[in-house]
T-cell receptor, first 117, second 115 residues
Framework: AQKITQTQPGMFVQEKEAVTLDCTYDTSDPSYGLFWYKQPSSGEMIFLIY??????QNATEGRYSLNFQKARKSANLVISASQLGDSAMYFC??????????????FGKGTRLHILP | GAVVSQHPSRVICKSGTSVKIECRSLDFQATTMFWYRQFPKKSLMLMATSNEGSKATYEQGVEKDKFLINHASLTLSTLTVTSAHPEDSSFYICSATRGSNQPQHFGDGTRLSIL
C-alpha cells in the first residue's frame, strides 16, 4: 500500500484563487512528520512547510498552510492567492518514526499545478 | 540559511565513463545526506542514505557497486556512477538535513545523460 497518496496528478487554477492540494498518508507510527515540497520545471526541490504529528496547530508559512486532519490522515496543502510562479510540481512527503530514529522521507507521486493568467 | 550546492548541474558523457556528483551543504553541517533519482514526470526515488564517516545505507534494488557514495565530511557527500550506461541517464538530486526532525534541503540536481 502506498504510504503517501496524492490523488490529483494535475490541477488548473485561475490566478489569485486559493488552491488545495490533497495528500493522505498511511502509518501506524504515532510519531511522524509531514512535508510539502515544490519542484519548478528547473528541477530544484524547495521546502515549503512542515507539520509534526504532535503539533497542536496547523502549520503556516506565508501563503502556505497545511490543513492537518490527523483522524483522517490527511495533510492538504493550501496556497492562498495563487500566483503564476506557483506553477510547479508539488510533492507531499512523510517521515515515519520518532525523531532521530530515521530521517528518511517517503514522497508521494506529486501534483502538477498550473496557474492560469 | 540551509543552502545545498550540487555540482555539476548537467553531464553528458559516453557509455562506460564514471561520473562523480558532489553535494555540499554550504552553511550548515549535515549529519545526514540523501541521494535520490528522479525519472521524467515521476516522484523522487531514494537511492541511499549517507552519514558522515560511515558506509551508506542503500535502498533495496540499488546497486551499491554501481552507485558509490562517499560522505567524507559533514559538508560533503559524493555519488559516483561507475561505468555509466544509457539506462543510468536520469536526474539525480541530493539533500541534506541538519538533524532529526529537520526538513531536507535539496541541491539543484544533476541531469545525467549517457550516450
Amino acid at each position: 500500500a502506498q504510504k503517501i497518496t496524492q490523488t490529483q496528478p494535475g490541477m488548473f487554477v485561475q490566478e489569485k484563487e486559493a488552491v488545495t492540494l490533497d495528500c493522505t498518508y498511511d502509518t501506524s507510527d504515532p510519531s511522524y512528520g509531514l512535508f510539502w515540497y515544490k519542484q519548478p520545471s528547473s528541477g530544484e526541490m524547495i521546502f515549503l512547510i512542515y507539520q509534526g504529528s504532535y503539533d497542536q496547530q496547523n502549520a503556516t508559512e506565508g501563503r502556505y498552510s497545511l490543513n492537518f486532519q490527523k483522524a483522517r490522515k490527511s495533510a492538504n496543502l493550501v496556497i492562498s492567492a495563487s500566483q503564476l510562479g506557483d506553477s510547479a510540481m508539488y510533492f507531499c512527503a512523510m517521515r515515519e518514526g520518532p525523531m532521530g530514529r530515521d530521517d528518511k522521507i517517503i514522497f508521494g507521486k506529486g501534483t502538477r499545478l498550473h496557474i492560469l493568467p | 540559511g540551509a543552502v545545498v550546492s550540487q555540482h555539476p548541474s548537467r553531464v553528458i558523457c559516453k557509455s562506460g565513463t564514471s561520473v562523480k556528483i558532489e553535494c555540499r551543504s554550504l552553511d550548515f553541517q549535515a549529519t545526514t545526506m540523501f541521494w535520490y533519482r528522479q525519472f521524467p514526470k515521476k516522484s523522487l526515488m531514494l537511492m541511499a542514505t549517507s552519514n558522515e564517516g560511515s558506509k551508506a545505507t542503500y535502498e533495496q534494488g540499488v546497486e551499491k557497486d554501481k552507485f558509490l557514495i562517499n560522505h567524507a565530511s559533514l559538508t560533503l557527500s559524493t555519488l559516483t556512477v561507475t561505468s555509466a550506461h544509457p539506462e543510468d541517464s536520469s536526474f539525480y538530486i541530493c539533500s541534506a538535513t541538519r538533524g532529526s526532525n529537520q526538513p531536507q534541503h535539496f541541491g539543484d540536481g544533476t541531469r545525467l545523460s549517457i550516450l
